[in-house]
């Protein structure tokens, strides 16, 4: 099971911008994608984007056009350039691997990507331990 280890969270006013960094231990075939999810106090998990391999991309609606997810294959490493930052953005952020095998423990997202030519929810099955991102008014 790959190691995700996330850095980047921080404090910042609205409308600011973060760069959030993970670094997976190795690349491991059967996820089919890698991605961010969030969750704030008292809310649920909220998947915010997902890459493939091959750099395609999908995102929660509540941060297209804000917020973008990047790779670097060769390094193991994925990024989340969040900009345009609202309060509502507050969360603790977490770096996860959606596994081609249904999780024990899966996260359910409300983002699809197509996979093999079909259609597939994103599932995150394993994460890291989170990076904390505030957003004051």
């Known amino acids: 099971q790959v190691q995700l280890v996330e850095s980047g969270g921080a404090s910042v006013q609205s409308g600011g911008s973060l760069t959030l960094s993970c670094a997976a231990s190795?690349?491991?075939?059967?996820?089919?994608?890698m991605g961010w999810f969030r969750q704030a106090p008292g809310k649920k998990r909220e998947g915010v984007a997902c890459i493939d391999r091959d750099g395609s991309t999908t995102y929660a609606d509540s941060v297209k056009g804000r917020f973008t997810i990047s790779q670097d294959n060769a390094k193991n490493m994925l990024y989340l350039q969040m900009d345009i930052l609202k309060p509502e953005d507050t969360a603790m952020y977490y770096c996860?691997?959606?596994?081609?095998?249904?999780?024990?423990?899966?996260?359910?997202?409300?983002?699809?990507?197509?996979?093999?030519?079909?259609?597939?929810?994103?599932?995150?099955?394993?994460w890291g331990q989170g990076t904390q991102v505030t957003v004051s008014s």
């Open positions: 996860a691997a959606a596994p081609d095998r249904p999780p024990s423990d899966p996260i359910i997202t409300n983002m699809f990507m197509n996979f093999g030519g079909v259609r597939r929810r994103v599932v995150f099955g394993y």
């Open positions: 190795e690349y491991d075939a059967s996820n089919y994608c």
